[in-house]
């Protein structure tokens, strides 16, 4: 259990649950149990955001003594039914964050999803066609959920559950010409206007582990296929 002043979090993405697989997470939320305090959980859940792959990743989740604390990826959107996925994520009790904030042990858990933009010079703008603009508006509005979120907080050690990356640095590994649809840096840019412990993030399947914002705050790209310090499909934070 956490002590007054660590809490141990084990951060993992993309599990990509499938209606048909054959293997099962039940060990590995296990082993998590007795190794960390909360897990978190940053986004694809399910491969196809199917009611029943929610359903058989609660199942799974029952192994998970901690609390688990999630946000949605993309891949969970695929079938739109994203209000039924959520409704049985939570009732399995999994803190699905969308723009909101829960404290766990006196840690602050801020999460959104996040969405695809672009880094630093090459961000994309608002200009030209209204499929851009509409674009470029749903980046601008997560960067915004995010602040709005961020001013929930109370906790004085906070850490940031995103999908989407909020630096180039952990995409790297990727194709470059993939890098605008993997994450955005005005998730950073609102990252740095507040004091954050750590940034957790998924969906780069082939990125690296670790960088930071230009503001200092620690980003890990916790995706399951990125190699960790653990040797395991999760990281294990401090906080």
């Known amino acids: 259990m956490a002590d007054q002043n660590t809490l141990k979090i084990a951060a993992m993405g993309d599990l990509h649950v499938k209606e048909e697989q054959n293997t099962s997470f039940r060990d590995l939320f296990g082993e998590i149990s007795h190794a960390a305090d909360v897990l978190v959980i940053t986004g694809d859940l399910t491969d196809l955001g199917k009611p029943r792959e929610a359903e058989i990743l609660a199942e799974d989740l029952r192994a998970c003594s901690v609390p688990v604390v999630a946000v949605l990826g993309n891949h969970d959107y695929e079938s739109a039914a994203v209000e039924e996925v959520s409704q049985i994520l939570r009732h399995a009790g999994v803190h699905l964050l969308d723009g909101q904030a ?138």
């Not at 749903?138 to 959920?145: G, H, L, P, Q, T």
């Not at 590994?173 to 940034?199: H, K, M, N, W, Y």
Request: proline share 6%; hydrophobic share 40%; no cysteine.
């Open 102 to 239: 829960t404290e766990i042990d006196g840690v602050g858990f801020v999460g959104v999803k996040g969405f695809i933009g672009g880094f630093g010079r090459r961000m994309l703008g608002s200009f030209g066609e209204p499929a851009i603009k509409t674009m470029v508006a749903e980046s601008v509005n997560e960067a915004i959920r995010l602040e709005n979120a961020m001013r929930q907080v109370r906790a004085e050690r906070v850490v940031v559950v995103l999908h989407y990356s909020p630096i180039l640095e952990t995409v790297a590994g990727e194709p470059p010409e993939i890098f605008p649809f993997l994450g955005s840096s005005r998730l950073a840019e609102t990252i740095d206007r507040f004091q954050v412990s750590a940034v957790v993030h998924g969906h780069a399947h082939r990125g690296a582990y670790e960088g930071r914002t230009p503001g200092g705050a620690r980003v890990y790209n916790v995706a399951a296929h990125v190699e960790k310090p653990t040797g395991r499909p999760y990281a294990l934070l401090e906080i």
